[in-house]
């Protein structure tokens, strides 16, 4: 009602964050809050009478901030949090003196295994072809091809040239599909020189040719080039087990009798030490080492077939004893 002040008044904290501080019944006043930082800053001298016993309040409130402070000391956890604003920053590592930091933890280089014939000064294309391709089973007709006409070619260049040689191999040969090689005009192959000179003897450009024309024939037979190739197996890899390069014959029984098949039907250049070495890049071999770690990426293959170490001990009975490593 107008004229009657309510007793019930209740002190509340005003936007401009001032006290209300009640004074008797119905009556308010409002004073400046106090500053608890006051404390800290000492006065030469007093500006009014007015403000002592708020000052003095204020410089007790911060002696006692301050001692309690002092009591609780410096915290000896090693990572420290620093306040700035609303946020924190991210807690830093904390360091003795003396002892130094390391960020990232020492690496250990791991030497690869590999056969005897690979060294530290083996070209880089070599070394990658015994890592990833020598000795790996091979069921794709396009690469079996291209590795039969690599074989044929160690006759007259070293495995390193030819890896080097390998895209100038593809062009030519239309990247050894054997339907277009079959189709290819040999007189214009024939003709055509890489720096000056044919990339292979006119010997061995005919034979391509013909032994493309030839594994077609295969493939209409067996159903692919590789169903024939693996036949001879019985459609398990043969795992050579030697210890030394000079245990690894050039040619085997079995390269024999596939050199024999192959001529038979019409094929060219298809020796017994051609075929052996093809035999090996098409992993139908396994000779890489025992000591090279690629030797037992094929640990499935040696339990799938038992007998497989005993027929290649069968086959160095009656093989010579040279090596078929080709290394320029």
Known sequence: MPGITDKRTQPMLAPNRNRVRVVGEGRRTEEPAENPSAGLQRKSSADSSSDSSSSSSSSSFGELALRNSARKGPKSSKRAAVKNGNAFNKPAKIVPDGIQHMSLAPQVCVSVKRCDWITPNSDPLYTSFHDEEWGV???????????????????????????????????????????AVANLDL??????????????????????????????????????????????????????????????????????????????????????????????????????????????????????????????????????????????
């Not at 690599?150 to 100038?168: G, Y």
């Not at 209409?220 to 019985?234: A, D, I, K, L």
Request: charged fraction near 25%; aromatic fraction near 10%.
């Open 137 to 179: 089973p091979v069921h794709d007709d396009v690469r079996l091809f291209e590795l039969l006409v690599f074989s044929q070619a160690l006759a007259e260049f070293s495995l390193p040239t030819i890896l080097s040689k390998r895209a100038i191999f593809r062009r030519l040969f239309n990247e050894f599909d054997p339907a």
């Open 187 to 328: 007189e214009r192959l024939l003709s055509t020189r890489v720096h000056g000179n044919t990339l292979l003897s006119e010997t061995k450009l005919r034979a391509v040719v013909e032994n493309a024309r030839q594994l077609l024939k295969i493939q209409q037979e067996y159903g692919s080039f590789s169903t024939y190739c693996w036949h001879f197996v019985n459609h398990k890899q043969i795992r050579g087990g030697f210890r030394h390069a000079r245990q690894i014959p050039t040619k085997t029984p079995k390269s024999e009798i596939i050199s024999k098949d192959l001529m038979q039907r019409g094929f060219c250049c298809v020796g017994p030490t051609v075929v052996y070495s093809f035999m090996q890049m098409a992993g139908i071999v396994n000779d890489h080492l025992l000591t090279c770690s690629r030797y037992n990426e094929y640990g499935d293959d040696a339990r799938k077939n038992p007998t497989a170490l005993h027929t290649m001990e069968h086959i160095l009975e009656e093989a010579p004893k040279k090596t078929s490593v080709h290394e320029g």
